[in-house]
Every structure is written in C-alpha cells, then in structure tokens.
C-alpha cells in the first residue's frame, strides 16, 4: 500500500500482477489503482533500509517526475559521446527504484532516436520552438516517454523533491500541445516500415534483447561469510516468498535454489524491487549477483581443490570490476588464502574496500595497478595457483542491461547501449583479452588458469583461445599448459536449449576442436550469455627432473661434470655428416668398439 500524506488518503491496495503484466505497465511508467487515482501521487518516498516483515507487493509504477527527466538526458548525452562521465544524482542513493527508472528512460530513448527525430521532424516541432534546439536530448527523452503513454496527456509530471523544474514543464506543455501530431506522425512510420509491433522500429540485436529481459528472473548469492543458507531461506519465508522447485512456473514473490550453485537463489521477475530494499542484501548476508561470474569462480576453485573444500592457495582476479567475483572467491577459500584483485578504479577504491567489509570478505586484496603492469616474478604472488582471468569485454551476452549497469556504473553505458552486434570496439578488446592470458599463463606456480568473458562474439572467445593455443602449442616449457575441456556436469547445467540470438552470431570460423573444449551459453529470457575456457598445467616429465637434478648435483658427483656430461650428450645428437655414394652409416657402438680395439693394437706393438 503506498500513502499519500499530502492529502490524507490511502490507495488501495494493487492486485498482484503477473510479471509479464508488470513488465507491460514498468515500460508505461503509469499504474492506476480501482478508484482512478496514480499511485505515482505519491509525494514521500519511503526511506530504503527501512525494515518491513512483509513483501511490498505493490509496484511503484510512477510518471517519471522532473528530476528523473532531466538526468535521463543527462545520461543520454554522455551514451552518444557528447559529453563525458556525469555525476550520480542525489536520489540514486535514497531510491533504487527511481535511479532504474533513469537508466531505463535513457536507454530507450537511444534506442529509439531514430523515429523521435523523424518525429520532430515530420511535425515541424522545431519550427514552432525555436528555443528547445538547446536542450535536443531533453526534448528527446519526454517524447519518448510520451510515447510510452500511447501520446496521451498524463496528469503531471510529479516532483517527488517539493519543486517543480521550469525548463521541464515548458517542455512538457509543448509537447503536449503537439500530442496529436506526434501521433499521426508515428502511425505514419510505422505504415511505412510495416511495423505491426513497436519495436519492429528498432534494430534486430536490439529487438532481441528487449524481447528476451522481459521475463529475466534475478539471481541472488547467499554470503556465508554472513549466515548460511537456512537461515535465510527461513527469513526469506516469514516475510513472504514461497519456495518452489526449479521447474516449476514462478507464482507470485517466490524463489527456488539453483540445482548446479549451492549457494544461489533465483528469485521470480516481480521481486527486484523489493529484493533491493531487503536488509539481508544491506547487511551482507544476500548479494545481488549474476549467475554467470558465480559459475566462472566455482570452475576456478574446482581445478584447484577437486575435493570442493576450501584452499589455502591464493588467487587472483584479473579485474576486479564490482568486486562481486573476488567476495564470492574468497567466500569459497579458507582465511589463510588470499584473493589479490586487480585494476579498480581511482575512485572505485573505497566503494570496494567498504564492500568487501560489508560481505566480511577479509581475505580480499586490492592492487591498485593493472594486472598487465604486474610482474610474475614478484614474491607477492609465490603462493597463487589459481587466475580468474576476466578481461573488459563487449558485454553483448548481457540481458538485462539496467540491471547491470546497476551493478557495473554508469561508465558502461555507452558500450552496452549500442546493442549486442556491435563490433565497432571489438578490436581493443580483443587485443587486451589476448594479453591479459598470455600474461596470465606465464605465472610460474599458477596451476589453473579459467578465461571468462560476458560476450557472445568469437572474435572475443574462441578465436583468442585458439590463437592462445597455437603458441602454446609451439611452446619450449617443460609443463605448459594446455587447454582442457569444461566440467560436463556445469556444462549440461547451463547449456540452454535454444536462444535468439543464434541468427546473430557467425561461428563458421570456429575451430571445433577449440568449440568443443570451451563453454559458451547463449542468452535467453532466463540467463544472460557467456565463455567459459579453462587451462591447466602438464605435469612435469621424468626425464626433465632428472635432467635438472643432475644439473644442480642434487643426485651426487660433480655438479660440474654433470653438466658437461649433459652438453656432451646434446652435442651427440648432432645428425651425422653425409656419406658419399654407397657408403652405408656406420653403427656408433660399432664405430667406437672399432677406436677401442685400434688403440689395443697400437699399445700392445709398443711394448
């Protein structure tokens, strides 16, 4: 039940809607109660943290108000490179709700700039307002969201904050006053692209995506750093949530167990909301989290400790990112092993260091360098025999964008707007994903190495890995790693049966015997896509030891002699010089007993 304390009244409460019902009317930005009345009136916002024994069952299914509009444009600027990385707003902190709403409105509009500016331009909106030709993309975003409300005239844009933006409203009642062109025009274009649907506007990976994060559920870790599992299934149940088999369809709040990470939870689609105002995921004990990094550190600490119990080794996590990989890394190793995390931000520092308390992840280091500038000689990483090596990619497996730029920061934002085909910044990253493994593989002690990726194309998973394993292949090293395939049982866990994004992706030029070894999972409405390859170390042969320890006079005798005796041997295998015509090669034990028996000769006619 949301109140409105201005007026003194209280709405009534929502029916619970089905999660592709809430899906629809998120997208509208508008939900009315059975008296006619927007729940978005609201005028307080509940604090965040606030504890509640029960499930907020209502969706917040507000008009986007004045500041929300102004720093969607904000955002949009800074995804088409008109500007550089924008500050966070104010209410980002005190409402996740409205902050995924500006992410959102910002993405749909870049999205669908193509038609608003066909749209402006069809109606000769500019011609009439000369003065908005300053503010374009705010221009942009309100027409958007226009559209959104099937170009209907909502109630008022509200102001959550007590004030009303000036520049806002003028926008708003000039593009009110132009509603019904803006309609006309937009039938006109969709006649003329013979788009039955809306989003048959927008490009196909796009389209794919969109159709695909309707129905994502969201997968949560439980941190047993924190409490264990039981504990908060059974708090999860006194506040409401039902628990259900993994194959069973998703009611209303609920949530089943993953069948393949003991410790991951999948919550059903309507629960987002509440899940990020929850206290066990502002204590620590649940994490926000997607299954994929949980999957990639699971294989890591496999290969490590093949029993499952904790390691003492040490670890390291090429990028550390949100930290949420090294956190569930550490969880998994014993207080005597380490996590060394690599390339944070400069301002990211913090936010990590205080997240890592937050999670009770001790263990967790942070090297303020990137990984490539490390050196592998350094005693520091002595005892790491494990690397989760997780360069920047192109993000183009990701679902749900908004919740992983929740997740991830804004930073993102230009490269996951532009959609999963884009393949104009493939380049660089396919050459830091390269040197980042090479790096990784050069490790002396390391035993492990698991190459892990959010993307989709093979310029940035299979063909690395096979180029990768060309050289190593060509290699000298006595114990070189090899590329080994991935644990059938999480393959078979994964794999999904089909996806849409199959028709996008050209895999002629994989290798299979490299395809075969790898996992890839494509996207689905279910689970966002993802590489997977995994490199082990050979042993070491016999002979090499042996070598090695007569060499270093370990076995007895003189280290010296060893060691000239070795050179003599390698000088031994030498080819033999080539015999003339009819000349047979001579057997060199028989060529020897021949000088033995020469010298006999000679010393017994001296004496």
Not at 57 to 69: D, E, F, G, S
Request: charged share 25%.
């Amino acid at each position: 039940v949301v109140s409105t304390q201005s007026t003194g009244r209280r709405s009534s409460m929502v029916e619970i809607l089905r999660p592709t019902a809430i899906g629809r009317l998120e997208e509208l930005g508008v939900c009315q109660d059975s008296s006619g009345a927007s729940i978005g009136e609201c005028t307080d916002a509940q604090p965040q943290f606030e504890e509640v024994n029960t499930i907020q069952r209502t969706k917040r299914l507000l008009p986007y108000n004045h500041r929300v509009m102004l720093a969607a444009s904000v955002y949009l600027e800074y995804i088409q490179g008109q500007r550089g990385l924008p500050p966070q707003p104010a209410y980002f902190k005190t409402d996740p709700y409205l902050m995924r709403q500006t992410y959102k409105l910002a993405l749909g509009t870049f999205h669908y700039i193509q038609v608003i500016e066909d749209l402006l331009l069809d109606t000769y909106f500019y011609s009439s307002y000369v003065q908005f030709r300053q503010c374009q993309s705010l221009v942009a975003v309100m027409l958007y969201n226009l559209k959104l409300l099937g170009f209907k005239a909502p109630r008022a844009y509200q102001c959550e904050f007590g004030e009303t933006v000036r520049e806002v409203q003028e926008v708003h009642d000039a593009l009110i006053r132009f509603k019904t062109k803006f309609h006309a025009a937009f039938a006109r274009c969709r006649i003329k692209c013979n788009a039955y649907q809306e989003d048959l506007l927008m490009s196909p990976d796009v389209r794919v995506r969109y159709r695909s994060c309707v129905n994502t559920p969201r997968h949560v870790r439980v941190n047993t750093l924190r409490r264990n599992k039981d504990q908060v299934i059974m708090t999860l149940e006194n506040r409401g949530y039902t628990k259900i088999a993994p194959m069973e369809p998703w009611v209303p709040f609920s949530f089943y167990c993953d069948p393949l990470i003991e410790q991951l939870l999948v919550f059903s689609p309507d629960s987002k909301d509440d899940l990020t105002s929850f206290a066990l995921v502002h204590d620590g004990s649940l994490q926000l989290q997607d299954k994929s990094t949980v999957v990639a550190a699971s294989i890591l600490h496999n290969m490590i400790s093949p029993s499952g119990s904790s390691s003492n080794d040490d670890v390291i996590v090429t990028d550390i990112g949100t930290g949420s990989a090294a956190c569930y890394l550490a969880a998994l190793q014993s207080k005597e092993g380490s996590v060394l995390a690599f390339g944070p931000q400069p301002d990211a520092t913090e936010k990590l260091l205080a997240k890592s308390d937050t999670l009770n992840a001790s263990n967790v280091h942070i090297v303020n360098e990137p990984f490539l500038q490390s050196s592998c000689k350094d005693k520091i990483f002595k005892g790491v025999r494990g690397i989760l090596c997780n360069p920047p990619s192109s993000m183009s497996g990701v679902v749900d964008i908004v919740e992983l730029v929740v997740e991830e920061g804004e930073k993102i934002l230009p490269a996951v707007a532009k959609g999963p085909c884009d393949t104009a910044q493939l380049p660089r990253y396919v050459t830091t994903q390269y040197l980042t493994l090479k790096h990784a593989l050069s490790f002396p002690k390391v035993s492990s190495v698991v190459f892990f990726t959010r993307s989709i194309h093979p310029q940035e998973d299979e063909l690395v890995i096979r180029k990768v394993v060309d050289e190593l292949s060509e290699s000298s090293d006595d114990s070189p790693f090899r590329l080994v395939p991935v644990d059938s049982a999480v393959r078979e866990s994964v794999l999904p049966s089909e996806s849409f994004y199959q028709p996008l992706i050209n895999m002629k030029n994989v290798p299979p015997e490299i395809a075969s070894k790898c996992l890839r999972v494509m996207p689905t409405a279910e689970l966002g896509g993802f590489f997977i390859a995994t490199f082990q170390r050979m042993a070491v042969k016999s002979s090499t030891i042996l070598e090695r320890a007569m060499e270093k006079g370990t076995l007895g005798g003189d280290p010296g002699k060893a060691s000239a005796n070795a050179k003599k041997h390698k000088k031994s295998k030498k080819p033999a010089a080539k015999k003339a015509k009819g000349e047979t090669a001579m057997d060199p034990t028989t060529a020897s007993m021949i000088k033995v028996r020469g010298k006999s000769r000679k010393s017994a006619k001296r004496k």
